[in-house]
């Protein structure tokens, strides 16, 4: 308990925002090369802030900066991917979304591609 008489202290209250929620979905998530895949985003800042920029990696060196809500992709290799999109909001803040991607050999692949990728 404070003294009597004594001056309070003043508390300083701190706001953390909301988190950005940002969710990713490949379509289709599986497949053989070449393979066309759609990536449908899902980005919501609860507290309103504009998003103001989109940064894609799709995982095989192909990137992008275009703001769409739904972005394609084709892989051209065999492979296991992760694309990643990075949203960035007019306050500063930053989220994340990733999803994955398995491409297999064409009926044209090696045997070898085949056998790694089984």
């Known amino acids: 308990m404070p ?3 004594a001056t309070p202290i003043a508390r300083p209250t701190v ?3 909301e988190p950005l929620l940002v969710t990713l979905q490949a379509a ?3 497949g053989t090369a070449p393979l066309l895949v759609g990536f449908l985003l899902n980005a919501v800042d609860p507290s309103g802030a504009p998003i103001v920029s989109y940064n894609w990696n799709f995982g095989d060196g192909h990137t992008s900066t275009l703001p769409p809500i739904m972005a394609f992709n084709t892989y051209a290799q065999p492979g296991n991917y992760v694309t990643r ?4 909001t007019a306050d500063g803040r930053s989220a994340t979304g990733f ?3 398995i491409v297999k050999p064409g009926a044209g692949g090696t045997m070898q591609q085949r056998q790694q990728n089984q």
């Open 3 to 5: 003294e009597p008489g």
């Open 15 to 17: 706001s953390i925002p």
């Open 28 to 30: 289709p998530g599986y």
């Open 85 to 88: 999109v990075t949203i960035t």
């Open 99 to 101: 999803a994955g991607v």
